[in-house]
């Protein structure tokens, strides 16, 4: 059974930063199309960062250069660094195999 469990969130003030992971079990993530979304109050779902085959990364216009996508494959980790916090950027995230298999979520809140 393929299973993502995501971890990291938490409350931090604009300009702070953190680091969220997912852990996946059940499926070698080396050679998937890992990646992270979220979600806000009322909002849809939203690419946050994804890895491609044909792009290598892909960011959210939103979380270029603030962001950073990783993968620790002995680990069988997916890691997002969010740097540069900002309120908007609270939601609960998301981690995913492709967009077909999801992870619970983390709450990420940003204060002003």
């Known amino acids: 059974q393929v299973q993502l469990v995501e971890s990291g969130g938490g409350l931090v003030q604009a300009g702070g930063s953190l680091r969220l992971s997912c852990a996946a079990s059940?499926?070698?993530?080396?050679?998937?199309?890992m990646g992270w979304y979220r979600q806000a109050p009322g909002k849809e779902r939203e690419l946050v960062a994804k890895f491609s085959s044909i792009a290598g990364v892909i960011y959210a216009d939103s979380v270029q250069g603030r962001f950073t996508i990783s993968r620790d494959n002995a680990k069988n980790t997916v890691y997002l660094q969010m740097n540069s916090l900002k309120p908007e950027d609270t939601a609960i995230y998301f981690c995913t195999i492709g967009g077909n298999t999801w992870g619970q979520g983390t709450q990420v809140t940003v204060s002003a």
């Open positions: 059940g499926i070698r993530i080396s050679i998937k199309p």
